[in-house]
């Protein structure tokens, strides 16, 4: 059941990341200064491989958060979703301020990751704990 919930709550921040960068495209592309063509697409397209590696990284971001709410007891929706967002808000979310910091990119960018990221462990801590 473990790794079934590992695979569910990574597919959740998957398509929440669909969604979030769905309706945050123009902004998002501004900030990060993608060139975009005459369609308004980002040039060169989008490889499926990006997308792969993506939701390899949030197999291993649940998985981790399954192994750390095992060991801290974690096994209530409640404490799903606040351990998960604590995770997000204060952990994944300054490390991005910190390295879009030192990328001179905007700070609407670190908003806008930041943003994704903390819903996205708030929802899968979520999910973990429904199993």
Excluded at 42 to 53: D, H
């Amino acid at each position: 059941m473990g790794f079934l919930s590992v695979l569910i709550a990574a597919a959740a921040g998957f398509g929440l990341g669909a969604v979030w960068y769905m309706v945050l495209a123009e902004p998002w592309m501004e900030a990060v200064g993608i060139k975009r063509g005459p369609d308004g697409k980002p040039e060169g397209g989008q490889s499926p491989v990006m997308f792969a590696i993506t939701f390899v990284m949030l197999l291993l971001v649940a998985g981790m958060m399954r192994h750390t709410f095992v060991l801290s007891g974690v096994d209530t929706l409640g404490k799903g979703l606040v351990s998960g967002l604590g995770i997000g808000l204060f952990f994944i979310s300054p490390w991005i301020v910190i390295n879009n910091l030192y990328g001179s990119r905007p700070a609407k960018l670190s908003v806008i990751d930041g943003g994704y990221a903390t819903v996205a462990c708030a929802l899968m801590g979520l999910v973990l704990t429904l199993f």
